[in-house]
Every structure is written in structure tokens, then in C-alpha cells.
């Protein structure tokens, strides 16, 4: 078959726009920097405050500075 049979042929697709770790599991790709620079969404287990932060605690700063504890339910 010729070209004019099958259509116009597609060239290859450019090494530098292809996925170059597109062959290794997914836990072995290099990971992507946070787009919200490490903040993360959390609930104060004490007030319910739904707020952003970078801090590894969970209570809001209004209720740590209070020294309250978690609700047990």
C-alpha cells in the first residue's frame, strides 16, 4: 500500500513533549510540587472552623491558644 491508499501518514510524535516516565509505575514518577504551596484543608475538631493551613495540628489557632482539647464523642 502507498500513501495515496491509506491517507496522509502522521509524523512521530516529538520526543520532547512526550511523557518521558510514562513507562515506570505510578510510585516511582517523580512527583509534581503542591500547587498550594504544602497548605492543606482542615476542620477544627473543636469549633468545626473550616480553614487552610501549613501547620501539622488540626486545631484552629483561636482554640490552641485556649488550650482546649478535642470533642469526644
Request: glycine letters at 6%; one cysteine or more; proline letters at 12%.
Amino acid at each position: 500500500m502507498d500513501e495515496s491508499q491509506t491517507g496522509p501518514r502522521k509524523p512521530p510524535p516529538c520526543a520532547c513533549v512526550a511523557d518521558a516516565f510514562a513507562d515506570l509505575p505510578p510510585e516511582l514518577r517523580p512527583q509534581q510540587a503542591p500547587r498550594m504551596g504544602g497548605l492543606r484543608r482542615v476542620n477544627c475538631p473543636v469549633c468545626g472552623l473550616a480553614y487552610w493551613t501549613n501547620r501539622q495540628t488540626d486545631l484552629c489557632i483561636d482554640c490552641e491558644k485556649q488550650g482546649t482539647q478535642r470533642r469526644t464523642a
